[in-house]
């Protein structure tokens, strides 16, 4: 991994660079300032540099798509704002959340701005074919309402006795898997891919987001807090019906502090070891590596290429990353 690690280094260095000249703190300040607030937190700009490579791989330079991947990374944070706030979460990424900072109106406001510079700055790719450029607004614009979807989705399950593991797998997918697959279809759409190459790198980046949503359930049990930047087991004190919980559920499992908001510690680490006796979250372990070889198949329909190795290889990081 420590090639990949590099690469992604690099590329996310383009993309840090390029948010300081496409979004920069302007008046009125704060509310810049509390845009930027997690986007300048760093991390390792996955989605990003995913529309990076995927120009890259069917020979396109990725360096005239930049702007493009901002604005991926741009619509990631947005949701985060939000999410935080729906959630009532109090750090992320080690930070006070927006809310938290900023109060939540102004919370509400940074999300919708960095929503909005999104597809500004995407337009700022130069050199595009019109149509293509529509096309890929018009694929952002769907991206955005799925995600709002998945969330919806992700909220109404919260209220549900019982959920279905397909009925789950849908919901990661409008939540967080069509923001990879989007990255996939609009960085090699932009540089002129076929409409094979541009499908089959959508599809790549679904389904290795939907793993990657998996391997996020597990680490929110498993993970320690210092690792996470927030508490271990929130799913748990939430009542998350995520894939874990889905499975247990099946099993008949009963974890006293589901959807227990003031759980302590102890009663945590308790219900983490009824779920591993349990087999259910090595069951989600096994699903997401399931989902990454669907998604390295369908990257059969490009030549090979070392951009190609770095997506096998980046697939492969979403599910055995530890953070």
């Not at 109404?156 to 919901?171: G, H, K, Q, S």
């Not at 259910?280 to 997401?288: F, L, T, V």
Request: hydrophobic residues 45%.
């Amino acid at each position: 991994m420590a090639i990949l690690d590099e690469e992604l280094r690099r590329r996310a260095g383009m993309i840090s660079g390029a948010i300081e000249e496409l979004l920069p703190v302007v008046h009125p300040r704060e509310l810049y300032s509390a845009g930027r607030h997690l986007v300048d937190a760093g991390g390792k700009r996955l989605r990003p540099c995913m529309l990076l490579l995927a120009a890259e791989a069917v020979g396109g330079d990725p360096k005239a798509v930049v702007p493009a991947a901002v604005s991926i990374e741009l619509v990631h944070n947005f949701t985060l704002i939000h999410d935080d706030i729906m959630d009532n979460a109090a750090t992320r990424r080690g930070r006070p959340a927006v809310h938290v900072k900023w109060d939540e109106a102004g919370a509400i406001l940074a999300g919708d701005t960095l929503y909005s510079k999104a597809f500004e700055i995407l337009t700022a790719v130069g050199g595009v074919d019109p149509q293509d450029m529509v096309a890929s607004v018009a694929m952002l614009a769907r991206t955005c309402a799925a995600i709002c979807e998945g969330q919806w989705l992700d909220m109404e399950f919260e209220r549900r006795e019982r959920v279905t593991e397909e009925e789950y797998l849908e919901m990661v997918e409008k939540k967080t898997a069509v923001l990879y697959g989007a990255a996939g279809w609009i960085g090699s759409r932009l540089v002129g891919a076929s409409d094979e190459e541009v499908e089959g790198l959508e599809r790549f980046g679904r389904l290795v987001g939907m793993a990657f949503q998996i391997q996020d359930d597990v680490l929110d049990l498993t993970a320690p807090a210092e690792i996470l930047g927030k508490p271990r087991g929130g799913d748990l004190a939430e009542g998350k019906k995520t894939l874990i919980m889905i499975d247990a559920i099946s099993k008949g499992v009963d974890i006293p502090i589901f959807a227990k908001k003031n759980a302590s510690t102890e009663e945590i680490e308790a219900a983490l070891a009824i779920l591993r006796a349990s087999g259910s979250i090595d069951y989600a372990r096994k699903r997401a590596v399931r989902l990454v070889e669907e998604g390295k198949g369908a990257l059969g329909v490009l030549a090979d290429s070392e951009a190609k190795s770095l997506l096998m290889k980046l697939s492969d990081y979403m599910i055995s990353r530890s953070y």
